[in-house]
C-alpha cells in the first residue's frame, strides 16, 4: 500500500517511502509524567496510534518508539520557568520518582482504555543521560555550543537550516519574545545542558563534562529516538506545539551531532483539541481527564470515536453535546454489528469469511484503506465503514470487512461482537440443558405409563418453540 502524508517539513502532501523498504521507524513524543493526561494529550497519541495501525494494515513493520520525559521539562516549553517533574513533586509531597512511576501508570492505563495500542519500546529519560551527554559531546565538537550563566546552549547561529520546519523567520522572532535569558546569544538559543538551577534541592542530577547538573529537554527526544531508531529514521509526531521549539530544536541537535540531513524524513502533526474556545493545557490546569468523562458516563471508546470523526490536521472543538452525538453514533454502529449473524458457528469464528473480488464488501475495504493512504483520513474510513453497514452485503461479508477496518480503527468492534455471540451461545447452551432435562422426564413418566404427564411436557415445549420427534435412538428436538 502506498501511504500519502502530509509533511509539515516543506508544507506538503508526499508520497512515503521509507528508509528501509517494508520497515518503519516511527517516534512520537510521549507524555512529561507530572500529572495526568488531559483529553487533549489523548488526541496526539491517537494519532500515533492510527498511524501505526494503518501503516501496519498496509503490510510495514513498525518500530513504534515513545519516550517518558521524567526530567528536564520546565514549565514553559523554552527554558523559562520550574521544572514540571520537581514542581509536581514538591507539591504533593513525594520524590520525583514516585511521581513519574505515578504518572506513568496513569497514561498506560488511559491509553490502554482507548485501546492505543502499546509503542514497541517505551523509554525514559533518566535512563537515557549518557546518551544524551554522548550528543552534547559531539555538538560541542561541532562548535555548535557555548557556556554561559552556568548552562551550555546549542548556539542556532551554527546551524544554519534552523527553523526550517517551523518555517521560522529568525529576523522577526528576536524582536517579538519576551523574557529572553539574558545569557543566550540569540533568543533561539536553547539549553542543552543546566548546572545552574531555580531549584535548591535537585532530586535528580548527573555528573556531565559541564558540571554536576541535568539536561535540556529537547535534548531527550535527539538522544532517545536515535538510541531506538538509529541515526535517521522515517516519521516524527508530536502536537502542532511542538514545531516552533521543541521538534525545531531537536532537529537542529541531531543534525549538528551526526551531519546527516534530513534527519527525519516525515513530520506529521496533530491540531489541537480545544475546549471552550481555548488551548487546553496541563501547565495552565483547569483540564478534562479521561476519567472526567467516565464519570460522566461516557466510554473511553465513545472519545476515540470522537475524535477518529475529525482529521488530526483540523482543530477539534470539544463539547460534551459532540460527545454525546459520537456515543449515540457507536452504540448504533455497535447495535448493527450486533445484529448481524455471520452464520459461523462458535464465538470468535466471524471474521474469516471471504471477501469475493468486485463484490460491494470489497469495494468498501478498499475505500476505506484508501482513506487511510490518503493523509489517515478518518472522517472518510468511518464514512466507509457506515456505507459497508448499510450495503446488503452477505453479513459474513460485511463482518468480515468490519473486522479488517478495525484492524485500524480500534474500536474493539470484534471483541464486541464476539462477546455478545458467546452471550447467546451461553443461552443457548442454558436452553438446551433445560430441554434435555424435560425430555428425560417425558421419558421417565412414559416408562411409568403416565401418559398425561408425558403429554403435557410435549405441549410445554412446544409452547416454547420446540419439537419433539420419537426415534428408535432415543428423542431428538428442533426449534420450530
Ligand atoms: P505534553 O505531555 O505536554 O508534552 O503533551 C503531550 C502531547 O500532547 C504533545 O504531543 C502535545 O503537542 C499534545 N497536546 C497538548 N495539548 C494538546 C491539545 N489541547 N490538543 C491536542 N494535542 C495536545
Ligand atoms: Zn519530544
Not at 558540571?211 to 531527550?220: A, D
Not at 447495535?335 to 464488501?361: C, M, N, Q, V
Request: one cysteine or more; aromatic letters at 10%; proline letters at 3%.
Amino acid at each position: 500500500m502506498s501511504f500519502v502524508f502530509y509533511n509539515t517539513l516543506g508544507r506538503s502532501r508526499q508520497d512515503f517511502q521509507p528508509l528501509e523498504k517494508g520497515k518503519v521507524g516511527f517516534y512520537g513524543c510521549g507524555p512529561t509524567v507530572y500529572n495526568y493526561a488531559h483529553i487533549g494529550n489523548l488526541r496526539a497519541y491517537i494519532l500515533h496510534d492510527t498511524l501505526v495501525r494503518a501503516l501496519r494494515r498496509g503490510g510495514y513493520e513498525v518500530n513504534h518508539v515513545m519516550n517518558i520525559t521524567d526530567v528536564g521539562h520546565l514549565s514553559g516549553d523554552s527554558d523559562h520557568g520550574e521544572d514540571k517533574m520537581v514542581k509536581s513533586a514538591e507539591e504533593k509531597g513525594k520524590s520525583v520518582l514516585e511521581i513519574a512511576d505515578y504518572y506513568t501508570k496513569a497514561f498506560f492505563n488511559d491509553t490502554d482504555k482507548m485501546n492505543i495500542l502499546r509503542p514497541s519500546v517505551v523509554c525514559k529519560a533518566t535512563e537515557h543521560i549518557p546518551q544524551m551527554i554522548e550528543i552534547i559531546r559531539r555538538i560541542e565538537e561541532k562548535g555548535c555550543t557555548y557556556f554561559s550563566g552556568g548552562n551550555l546552549y546549542f548556539d542556532i547561529s551554527q546551524f544554519p537550516n534552523y527553523g526550517e520546519l517551523a518555517l521560522l523567520r529568525l529576523d522577526e522572532q528576536g524582536h517579538t519574545r519576551t523574557g529572553v535569558d539574558e545569557n543566550k546569544r540569540n533568543p533561539q538559543d536553547f539549553v542543552l545542558w543546566f548546572t545552574k538551577s531555580k531549584f535548591e534541592s535537585r532530586a535528580l542530577v548527573w555528573d556531565s563534562p559541564w558540571g554536576r547538573g541535568y539536561p535540556g529537554w529537547h535534548i531527550e527526544c535527539s538522544a532517545m529516538s536515535m538510541e531506538h531508531l538509529g541515526e535517521q529514521f522515517d516519521i516524527h509526531a508530536g502536537g502542532i506545539d511542538h514545531i516552533p521549539v521543541h521538534h525545531t530544536n531537536e532537529i537542529a541537535q541531531s543534525e549538528t551531532a551526526f551531519g546527516k540531513r534530513p534527519w527525519v524524513k516525515y513530520w506529521l502533526h496533530n491540531e489541537f483539541l480545544i475546549l471552550d474556545k481555548g488551548k487546553m493545557s496541563k501547565s495552565t490546569g483547569g483540564f478534562v481527564t479521561l476519567q472526567n468523562l467516565a464519570d460522566e458516563g461516557f466510554d473511553p471508546l465513545d472519545y476515540r470515536y470522537f475524535l477518529l470523526g475529525g482529521h488530526y490536521r483540523s482543530q477539534l472543538n470539544f463539547s460534551h453535546e459532540s460527545l454525546q452525538g459520537a456515543k449515540s453514533s457507536r452504540k448504533s454502529l455497535m447495535d448493527k454489528i450486533r445484529s448481524l449473524d455471520s452464520g459461523a458457528a462458535g464465538a470468535g469464528a466471524a471474521g474469516g469469511a471471504e471477501i469475493p473480488a468486485g463484490s460491494a464488501a470489497e469495494k468498501r475495504l478498499k475505500a476505506f484503506d484508501a482513506a487511510m493512504q490518503d493523509d489517515l483520513s478518518t472522517p472518510r474510513a468511518l464514512a466507509e465503514l457506515w456505507g459497508l453497514l448499510k450495503d446488503d452485503s452477505p453479513p459474513a461479508q460485511t463482518l468480515a470487512a468490519v473486522f479488517q477496518m478495525d484492524e485500524v480503527l480500534g474500536l474493539s468492534l470484534e471483541s464486541a461482537y464476539n462477546e455478545q455471540k458467546k452471550d447467546c451461545e451461553n443461552l443457548d447452551s442454558g436452553f438446551a440443558e433445560e430441554v434435555q432435562k424435560l425430555i428425560d422426564r417425558r421419558a421417565q413418566a412414559k416408562k411409568a405409563k403416565d401418559f398425561a404427564q408425558a403429554d403435557g411436557i410435549r405441549l410445554e415445549l412446544k409452547e416454547r418453540g420446540v419439537i419433539l420427534e420419537d426415534r428408535a435412538e432415543g428423542t431428538v428436538w428442533r426449534r420450530v
